[in-house]
């Protein structure tokens, strides 16, 4: 049995007590709680200037008019607190697809239970809640109250809780992990930490949703990682679309257990959701919601990585076609103002028909990227003319290792060159012959150092392998290479 607890926010003392009576009695009575803290309802007027976002949070109790629930307990006077009673009721009407009880009298509603006992009148209120619900979906009315209980919750130390969130964050926010594997991350942390059940739910683009005009929940969201009974998943690609009505199902198979769920939003704009097992640390203040944005900004991260690869593959891609449209740019010309040698465009209006020419089987195509890491230094310390000869000394150098390959300065600091050769040893040899030049120019001038960063790659013939994506590959590992000195 599914049941969800829609409250306001675990902030609140009372709430809390709540979800600890509500969190204990869904154990004992083995069925899947899925508590829901979407915060408050809002009418335009009562947003708050310094936190005008905060409305986003109710988005939250779309997800509860499911029929992946049973039965969902509303929390409605705390919920809708800063709301006139018409909206109160509205709220209500829109759970059409699962039955609704609420925790304090409603008119129209079946609600649980009263309880006035003390002490610890909020957790077995929070008890009662669960049980009545239970009883209701099973015949259908509101069962005798439920006998009194003990409760020995224990909130564990905020230190505790705090630790979490930084080990957390350190790994997601400082991307210590592969690129566009954050979600991944994410749900192996979750794993050491001994957690059984979680999943990250992002929409394939931003919802736009505010106060006057809501959102319509779309159809289907994209599973983007989940753990399941202490397992990771993993999807393929058709695989991870999920129906929005049924993202509880997804645990439908995981043991019973009491999950925590809360929104991922940007501004104006929904994103997501994510679902995890509610663990003691939870109850500590602010921790879900810093949990929540922890798991926002890494989504940020991984959705600008993506944006940015898309943009670099677009530039190549325009590079490519000027780099050939000799009509427009015959007057730019293919030479570099101040090595004498090709300039960016010279460099990949050659390379590619040089490529096109030589690169078959049997062949391999020789990349290289020349970068001079102490240009700026040099330019800030001794001015542009001594910047420009030491630019000019590495293009001799480069002429003279190079010969009769394709190079070229592609931007101030940096070359590129392409060789097409059927001698295996070649790559090699240039490693080698770089080498001993890159010393030797270490050691023309004491007044400063001018040392290159380079890396050479070799590839097999592929007719679908493009100039591009050689290019790419090596830049990349010029990047590897460049972050472990």
């Keep these: 049995m599914n049941i969800g607890l829609l409250i306001s926010e675990l902030e609140d003392q009372d709430v809390k007590k709540i979800c600890i009576g509500a969190c204990q009695a869904a154990k004992e009575k083995k069925i899947k709680l899925f508590i829901m803290p979407g915060r408050y309802l809002y ?33 409605i006077d705390r919920i809708g607190k800063n709301v006139p009673i018409l909206k109160k009721e509205a709220f209500l ?55 009194l209980q003990t409760f020995s919750f224990v909130e564990p130390p905020v230190g505790k809780s705090v630790k979490t969130l930084s080990e957390l964050g350190y790994q997601l926010l400082h991307r210590k992990y592969p690129k566009e594997q954050a979600y991944l991350a994410f749900t192996e942390y979750a794993a050491r930490e001994g957690i059984q059940d979680c999943g990250v739910f992002l ?22 990682s989940a753990l399941l009974g202490g397992k990771i998943q993993e999807f393929a690609e058709e695989e991870r679309l999920v129906e929005t009505d049924k993202v ?42 810093s949990l929540l944005s922890i798991v926002t900004g890494a989504s940020r991260v991984a959705y600008l990585e993506k944006e940015l690869k898309k ?20 007057h730019i010309g293919d030479q570099d103002y101040l090595t004498g040698g090709l300039n960016r465009r010279g460099f990949f209006a050659k390379a590619y028909d040089y490529l096109k020419d030589n690169f078959k089987p049997g062949s391999s195509a020789i990349v290289a990227y020349i970068h001079m890491e102490s240009l700026k230094k040099i330019n800030e310390m001794y001015g542009h003319e001594e910047g420009d000869r030491a630019v000019k000394r590495v293009a001799q150098i480069l002429e003279e290792v190079f010969e009769g390959s394709i190079y070229g300065r592609i931007r101030g600091d940096e070359f590129a060159v392409i060789d097409i050769t059927e001698d295996d040893g070649k790559g090699d040899s240039f490693r080698q012959e770089m080498s001993t030049q890159n010393a030797k120019l270490l050691a023309e001038t004491s007044r400063y150092i001018n040392h ?31 972050g472990n000195y």
């Excluded at 677009?314 to 009509?327: F, T």
């Design 93 to 147: 009407k829109k759970f059409d697809n699962v039955p609704v009880i609420t925790l304090t009298e409603q008119e129209g509603y079946k609600n649980v239970n009263e309880v006035t006992t003390e002490p610890c009148r909020f957790e077995q209120l929070g008890y009662e809640a669960v049980c009545d619900a239970i009883g209701f979906v099973k015949d259908g009315s509101i069962p005798a109250p439920a006998p």
């Design 203 to 224: 929409y394939d683009k931003k919802i736009r949703n505010v106060i006057k005009y809501a959102w319509e929940k779309p159809e289907y969201i994209s599973a983007k």
């Design 452 to 482: 290159l960063q380079y890396s050479i790659c070799e590839f097999g013939h592929d007719e679908n392998l493009s100039l591009r994506e050689m290019l790419k590959e090596t830049d990349e590992n010029l990047q590897r290479i460049k």
């Design 43 to 75: 009418t335009e007027k009562d947003v708050d200037e310094d936190r005008p976002y905060d409305y986003q949070s109710a988005a939250l109790f779309d997800y509860a008019n499911t029929s992946d629930l049973d039965a969902v307990i509303i929390d």
């Design 248 to 289: 509880f199902s997804v645990f439908a198979n995981s043991r019973e257990n009491v999950f925590i769920a809360g929104v991922i939003f940007v501004g104006e704009y929904q994103l997501g959701l994510l679902i995890t097992e509610f663990r003691p640390e939870v109850i500590a203040d602010y921790y879900f919601d």
């Design 311 to 330: 943009t670099n593959e677009e530039l190549y891609e325009v590079q490519e076609e000027l780099a050939r449209d000799d009509s427009v740019l015959d």
